[in-house]
DNA sequence: AGACTATCTGAACGATCGGTCGTTCAGATA
DNA sequence: TATCTGAACGACCGATCGTTCAGATAGTCT
């Protein structure tokens, strides 16, 4: 492959209309985004989207991934930077609440807007939704499983279910610090999945008292 | 007051709408809801609506109160004739996830749909929301606060992140009841919720074993 | 019977929706 | 230089949005 600077420009421009399509679908979600109102604030013409996807819904599933990308790289990868067991599954929890309170995207979460509005939309829009929550929340149990096979997490704990606790209690942070106290979320948030695992744990020195 | 046919009818015809209102605002949300696709559900004119709202926006704060008398019924209501104290608190979890397990609104729970949509939408309507939001967490935190005096909770129990626990465990259900696995969703978030309450109680035996 | 009122309808409105059209312009190719 | 291609544009399409309005229907009151 050639240089070729029209092709570099229009990857430039599906980059940023994926980035803005992604903050505005946070607020307004996926079906709710429109294009005009997408184009407008970015200053483009609305005709111009027609030139890198077939439609709303490819720039959708789009969106999603791109999503997927920004999620991984702001919470998984510096989770990972955590030594292994409880200590990364906390980091974990805690890099997703930094995320919602840096106001990275300014609806909060992506995937709390786009899941409560799909979870009755059938489609091929769907169907990617339902992957990455899989993906995640597999995720989040792999890392439980590694802290019990580390001997940090008591065997009795069922990986499934504690993969839940962390996720529910992350996901709540959203709508909690949005419509009601923001701090007192966050703190809840937090305290709540930290004093489980410090319960959990046969060392609960590794982790933070508070 | 006499008894008037056509506003007895008018009542009739408000009833009914609001219940097919919040039902597909649970699906579609409270802006995603079509005065049109509402209309022609229920099988009247577009225009009729506006005999009984000035326009929209005063159906959806109707719409708020209405889904808050159901979920008193459905939830509030027969938590309330458990014994007071721990079983009282779980007894209301369970209420909620017998709601939506047997799927009394088509698309799950009418707050998460409005939650999701309005954090970022300031009005009335957000207002509303919010309000409705507070009052539910007062509540769980009376019941908290209940059965600590009572002494069926340790006194170290913090109300309000206790509350917190029950309704991001509770909300959480209904995505992943919708998206992922069904029977695992609501068992997790019975399980996780019942070990806790037996964990922080001081006689374990007011509550079933699993 | 006639005046009045609450409910509801059908037709129409301006705005906006997702999407298509032909066109323009910059950059690559030969 | 001549030709081709990818990106972006403005104008426009039919459909649907929330809303308005004049009028029909039906139940109440004098």
Chains 1, 2 share one sequence.
Request: proline share 4%; with cysteine; hydrophobic share 45%.
């Amino acid at each position: 492959m050639t240089q070729d600077g029209r092709r570099l420009r229009g990857q430039r421009s599906r980059e940023t209309i994926l980035a803005q399509a992604v903050g505005l679908a946070s607020v307004e979600g996926l079906d709710g985004l429109s294009l005009g109102r997408l184009a407008a604030e970015i200053g483009i013409s609305k005709s111009g989207f027609f030139a890198h996807w077939r439609d709303k819904q490819e720039l959708q599933l789009d969106a999603v991934d791109w999503a997927v990308r920004q999620w991984r790289e702001h919470i998984v990868v510096p989770a990972l930077h955590a030594p292994a067991g409880v200590r990364r599954l906390f980091a974990l929890h805690q890099a997703r609440l930094r995320f919602y309170a840096e106001r990275v995207l300014p609806g909060g979460c992506f995937f709390l807007a786009v899941q409560a509005e799909f979870d009755d939309h059938p489609g091929a829009v769907r169907t990617r939704i339902v992957q990455a929550l899989h993906n995640w929340e597999a995720f989040i149990r792999s890392l439980v499983e590694e802290a019990i096979a580390l001997g940090e997490l008591d065997q009795g704990v069922d990986p499934a279910q504690l993969a839940y606790e962390i996720e529910a209690l992350g996901m709540a942070a959203v709508p909690h610090s949005r419509l009601l106290d923001e701090r007192l979320a966050f703190a809840h948030a937090r305290r709540t999945v930290l004093q489980r695992l410090r319960g959990l744990c046969p060392n609960p020195s590794l982790l933070p008292e508070d």
